[in-house]
């Protein structure tokens, strides 16, 4: 099983860009899909974007299509996730999470999540 762990969090200001790390332990990362998802106080936590395992496909739900790109370096163990035009609703916590099989909204097939980095956007 992969370890994850996210970074890239912090105070922005709307707007503004970030992009975040998740950062994965164990040999066989690259045969990994890569979600990331969001939790805001009080709400349920959502899918924001996934990777396959080569980078080739990505896939985004249309509430943050064309703001958010998901990008892998697998000779770093490392996914990314580019937030642009920073919205003050994008404050949450972000998590990534690891799959074998299709990565994707589906929370119950991902084996491995991040222990989380908080993003918070003021307007």
């Known amino acids: 099983q992969v370890q994850l762990v996210e970074s890239g969090g912090g105070w922005m200001q709307a707007g503004g860009s970030l992009r975040l790390s998740c950062a994965a332990s164990g040999r066989t990362f690259s045969s990994y899909g890569i979600g990331w998802f969001r939790q805001a106080p009080g709400k349920e936590r959502e899918f924001v974007g996934s990777?396959?395992?080569?980078?080739?496909?990505?896939y985004y739900p249309d509430s943050v299509k064309g703001r958010f790109t998901v990008s892998r370096d697998n000779a770093k163990n490392t996914v990314f996730l580019q937030i642009n035009s920073l919205k003050p609703e994008d404050t949450a916590v972000y998590y990534c999470a690891a799959t074998t099989v299709a990565a994707g909204p589906l929370e119950s097939v991902y084996e491995s999540w991040g222990q989380g980095t908080q993003v918070t956007v003021s307007s």
């Open positions: 990777i396959n395992w080569s980078g080739h496909n990505t």
